[in-house]
């Protein structure tokens, strides 16, 4: 089950907690860390329904790697309610350079087992997933 590039598992929560927020938003983000002695990525951070961006991004470390999913609320040109589901791939400037090859390696794999991906981001400083950048890729 692991990664062949990585050597990363992917733990079943990570897909669980993905299905909660795209079929019952259960949640507004979820935040993943590779934890690297076990080989595995698994879910950090679970982010209630009522948290703002703010509280997302406040929630991601500031000098190391993450993947997070973000459910980004929207209203359309026609004033029509939307949502969209975000894969942020977080890998700041500062953070090692063997988290950020870990963090590179397994992203496609990672995002396979995670149906439901509307919008990818590729982050490296908090001006690259800014919410107005979120607001231009959502429409």
């Excluded at 190391?64 to 040109?77: H, L, N, P």
């Excluded at 995670?114 to 800014?130: K, N, R, S, Y």
Aim: negative net charge; hydrophobic residues 35%; glycine residues 4%.
């Amino acid at each position: 089950m692991a990664n062949a590039v990585s050597g990363m598992a992917v733990n079943d929560d990570c897909k669980l907690k993905f299905l909660e927020l795209k079929a019952k938003r259960t949640y507004r983000f979820i935040i993943y860390k590779i934890e690297e002695k076990q080989k595995e990525i698994l879910v950090e951070k679970l982010g209630e329904p009522n948290l703002t961006y703010e509280d997302f991004t406040a929630s991601l470390p500031e000098n190391e790697c993450r993947y997070a999913i973000y459910d980004f609320d929207f209203v359309t040109e026609e004033n029509l309610q939307k949502s969209k589901i975000f894969f942020i791939a977080w890998s700041p400037d500062t953070s090692r350079v063997r988290s950020k090859m870990l963090y590179a390696s397994s992203k496609e794999r990672f995002k396979r087992e995670l149906d439901g991906i509307q919008v990818e981001l590729q982050a490296t400083d908090p001006t690259e997933m800014g919410l107005d950048v979120i607001r231009g890729r959502a429409n």
